[in-house]
């Protein structure tokens, strides 16, 4: 090994030196099968373009690429490793052929050479599939433009051709390029590392530079159709990187650096297209940017050692996973000592895809030639035939597992790298992993931001909006917006739409400024609250002073003092009265159609039977006294015909009618939800939705009622003493009267869970006074003044009434 390293030593000193042109093949190994190789190992142009000057580039003219002579050591020191390995092409020995393609001027010569045969002739045929040319693969190129030239002439032959850095889209295309496969991910994965990246540390507003040339522009195109689908990162700018001659267009660029507000820059260009520009942002003095690079130029060590860089902001890039190689050479003695730092630190990363490739093809050879653990099966190698096998190679290589996907490449890590500028460490430091597979970037490690406090910088166009707020897009980037408040009854969805917000559920509800929606809250009686013990106590007043008024008037049935309150009418009044005092906890609850069923049809026909008795009840009154003698006929047909249980019947049927009317109009018989409209966040929990319509029916035909029966007991207050109710009546229909129209206004401007409260409350009420205030002071009398409830002071009295009145 220490002899090899020697060797490598003296060739990269000897390429170093100035000289003459060299042949075809710098570098050469003879063996059974020959691989070649295509690296620049001389790139950056010593004096003026070939293009000012016309003429032809040769090697000479460009200075030595130190990052190319690493990767053809890799070349080199996998062939011979495997030549040294007994269980892989047992019996064959491996060569290569490895030329220098100058960056990319000199890449068709040596493709010609490599595919001829020994005698340099490269035969023009119908059918090449028996042709069998000088090399069974070749390695390389590494940029994208000098391997699409050269795949273009190995398509012809299906010469396997298996690139080790260019990344362009194009070549995945197998229908032009079939023979081409590749040791590192497409452009189309190095593109989504950097877009996750950006997602990462949220910057959505960047500027994107190209070179003029097809990487640039084919790499900024994947990135705006990457962008596109995603609508988070918009870009402020895009500009082609101007030719270094044309100084007053770099100098435009630069300015408009300056101004803009992003503060990240995506540069897509080769690395020998980038120094005249670095150069002119150090002059221009603009720092603070954190720049993005591609694979192209992402661990280019000669722009890493340009003077002041690490002023101009925070370098980050997109290169292939460094796997170290054991076994290679780190450092060399004398003249090329200066690129130890650079052979280790840099070229390793892209040294595994060299390495890998070569491997490939071993293995694809190794399945070809039907090899055993101790020979192999000798005969011609044909390139489609082995093209066939390289497809279908899987291996683990350093602990990397080694296949081609459908296009042909390799899912291998990607790394997110920062520009270190302490070179006693890894000048490109792994901040982040990218998995292609996966399509997922995992952090690794922490970033050095330029700024003062370590903080991640700030390239947006506006600031993210707070949870609940809606952006209102300003101009024609998604990006740059302003943020609103989300109204009440919708909330902030990001995942559907991040400019509108969206409405909540029927069932939600939301305070305004809203990420979710809550539920709302149901709004019905519950035993709990203050109104439904106040109005059940009511009930239960009403109810026990109902019963006792029933014993009473039961016990004291022949009495003419209940025969003057109405005798066995009383008991159509209060057996009523003391069902619906019972029944009220059927108003707290949810509403169901049972609880339904009784609110909206028994209580109302209670109310009607109680309140109808009354108005005839003070009818009868009146007809007694006043029109016995006048209308004798009439009086007589009321009594044989029952008249007062008639009417009572009468106007019991006609509020049934209303009631079953109502009920039958109604699309549902089901309770029903509504949104209160003064609280959206409450829903009010009713019985069919044409309850309040039927509540007003019920309301105005009670309401009815008791003006006729305040109309009659008026009419009568000048009835004898123990006849006269009509006080009593009075008050009962008066107090009638005014909860009924009070409810009723009520409900025509109100729609909330009140209407239910007051409904229940304004029906107690009106028990309560029918059952108080006509039936309670004929108990009191009964009761504390039994001297009054005889017949004769009945007689006394009505005799005492006709004398005033004659």
Not at 615 to 638: D, E, H, K
Request: net charge neutral; aromatic share 12%.
């Amino acid at each position: 090994m220490r002899l090899q390293v020697r060797r490598l030593c003296l060739l990269l000193f000897l390429l170093w030196v100035p000289g003459e042109p060299m042949e075809n093949s710098d570098f050469y190994l003879a063996g059974d099968f020959l691989l070649g190789g295509l690296f620049t190992l001389h790139a950056n142009m010593k004096s003026t373009s070939p293009v000012d000057n016309l003429q032809v580039p040769t090697c000479r003219k460009f200075t030595m690429k130190v990052v190319g002579y690493n990767l053809m050591q890799a070349m080199r020191f996998a062939v011979e490793e495997i030549n040294n390995l007994s269980s892989l092409l047992p019996g064959v020995r491996l060569g290569y052929e490895i030329v220098d393609i100058c960056y990319m001027f000199n890449n068709i010569q040596p493709v010609l050479y490599l595919l001829a045969q020994e005698d340099y002739f490269l035969p023009i045929l119908k059918n090449y599939d028996r042709y069998v040319p000088r090399v069974v693969a070749i390695i390389g190129p590494d940029n994208s433009e000098a391997a699409k030239t050269v795949a273009n002439f190995l398509s012809m032959l299906l010469l396997p051709h298996v690139s080790y850095s260019a990344i362009t889209e194009e070549l995945r295309d197998k229908t032009r390029y079939p023979a081409t496969l590749r040791s590192i991910p497409s452009a189309t994965h190095h593109i989504e590392a950097m877009v996750q990246l950006m997602l990462h540390f949220r910057w959505n507003w960047i500027v994107v530079l190209t070179s003029n040339d097809d990487y640039g522009r084919e790499n900024s195109q994947l990135l705006t159709q990457r962008l596109a689908r995603g609508g988070d990162i918009c870009v402020a700018f895009q500009e082609v990187l101007p030719a270094p001659a044309c100084a007053p267009r770099l100098d435009a660029v630069l300015d408009k650096l300056r101004r803009s507000t992003a503060r990240v820059v995506v540069v897509f260009s080769p690395e020998v297209a980038l120094h005249d520009f670095f150069r002119a942002v150090l002059r221009a003095r603009l720092t603070g940017a954190v720049w993005i690079a591609s694979e192209s130029w992402a661990i280019d060590p000669e722009l890493h050692g340009l003077d002041g860089l690490r002023r101009c902001g925070t370098f980050l890039g997109v290169t292939i996973r460094g796997v170290p190689v054991p076994g290679e050479c780190d450092t060399c003695p004398w003249k090329t000592a200066s690129y130890g730092d650079v052979l280790t630190l840099s070229g390793e990363r892209v040294v595994f895809s060299v390495y890998a490739a070569v491997y490939a093809v071993a293995h694809a050879l190794h399945r070809l030639l039907g090899c055993n653990r101790t020979a192999c099966a000798p005969g011609p190698v044909r390139p489609w035939q082995l093209l066939r096998e390289l497809w279908d190679v899987n291996f683990t290589l350093l602990n990397s597992q080694i296949f081609f996907d459908q296009q042909g490449d390799m899912p291998l890590y990607l790394d997110i790298i920062q520009w270190q500028w302490d070179l006693s460490q890894n000048p490109f430091k792994s901040v982040a992993l990218y998995s292609p597979r996966q399509q997922q970037l995992v952090p690794i490690g922490n970033v050095s931001w330029h700024t003062g406090d370590n903080s991640v910088p700030v390239s947006m166009c506006s600031k993210s909006c707070l949870p609940g707020q809606k952006k209102k897009a300003i101009g024609l980037h998604p990006c740059c917006f302003e943020c609103h408040d989300c109204p009440p009854g919708t909330f902030y969805n990001q995942t559907a739409d991040e400019f509108d917000c969206q409405p909540c559920p029927s069932t939600m509800w939301s305070r305004g400024n809203a990420a979710s929606c809550f539920r709302r809250r149901l709004a019905f009686l519950q035993w709990h609250e203050a109104s439904t013990i106040i109005v059940v106590l009511l009930a239960a007043l009403g109810f026990f002073s109902t019963l006792a008024i029933l014993v009473v008037f039961w016990r004291h049935f022949r009495t003419p003092m209940v025969r003057s309150a109405g005798g066995p009418m009383c008991f159509v009044m209060l057996a009523p009265l003391l069902l619906a005092f019972g029944m009220v906890p059927v108003y707290v609850g949810p509403p169901t159609v049972f609880t339904c069923l009784w609110r909206q049809a028994f209580f109302t026909l209670c109310f009607t039977v109680c309140i109808s008795c009354v108005a005839v009840r003070s009818f009868q009154i009146v007809c007694i006294f006043q029109m016995a003698s006048r209308l004798p006929r009439a009086y007589g047909l009321w009594v044989r015909c029952h008249g007062a249980y008639v009417s009572v019947a009468f106007m019991t049927a006609i509020k049934a009618a209303l009631v079953a009317g109502n009920m039958l109009a109604a699309p549902t018989i089901d309770p029903t939800s509504h949104t209160d409209p003064e609280d959206p966040s409450v829903t009010i929990v009713s019985c069919h939705p044409n309850y309040r319509l039927g509540l007003l029916l019920n309301t105005s035909m009670d309401v009815l009622l008791s003006v006729v029966g305040f109309s009659f007991a008026y009419m009568g207050k000048g009835l004898p003493m123990s006849y006269n109710e009509a006080k009593f009546i009075t008050f009962c229909m008066a107090f009638s009267f005014t909860t009924s129209v009070s409810l009723c206004t009520f409900m025509a401007v109100h729609n909330g869970v009140l209407v239910t409260i007051l409904d229940l409350l304004v029906t107690v009420l009106n028990f309560l006074a029918i059952s108080l205030g006509y039936f309670g002071p004929k108990c009191y009398l009964i009761l504390f003044y039994p001297e009054r409830n005889t017949p004769a002071y009945f007689n006394s009295m009505i005799q005492g009434y006709t004398m005033r009145m004659d």
